[in-house]
């Protein structure tokens, strides 16, 4: 970032080596954002209950083409919602073998027009 701009906190807030908040790098930042949707559940949040893609409550749901489509339906919905003027949502992959979820967002970033990936691995 250019002298003018601060970095932004990281999230979830931390704290540095001097005791300070901590920051982070713009990509990493999104990257902390994206993850804190995908993994709060609604109702999780007091004072925003509506917050999060409720991606966990459909985790020990029957597998099957209709529950893999509805997954990734919530999961576009909850980024679109909530990070939607950062971010564009190109696709959203969800991987669930045994006891590990995987869940892989290609985005564009609205401010720069680049594109990136995350990606997100869970013990369930």
Known sequence: MNGTE???IA???TFDGRGETAA???PRHLD?????VLFTAPGERVMRPTFGSGLF???FAPNSDTLGATVQ???VGALQQWLGDLIEV??????QNDAT???SVDYTVRSTGEGANATFVRQL
């Open 73 to 75: 339906m919530l999961v």
């Open 32 to 36: 902390d954002l994206i993850e804190a």
């Open 57 to 59: 409550q459909l985790v």
């Open 101 to 103: 979820l995987e869940v």
């Open 24 to 26: 982070t790098s713009p």
């Open 90 to 95: 190109a696709s959203v992959q969800i991987d």
């Open 6 to 8: 601060l970095d932004p």
């Open 11 to 13: 999230a979830p807030l």
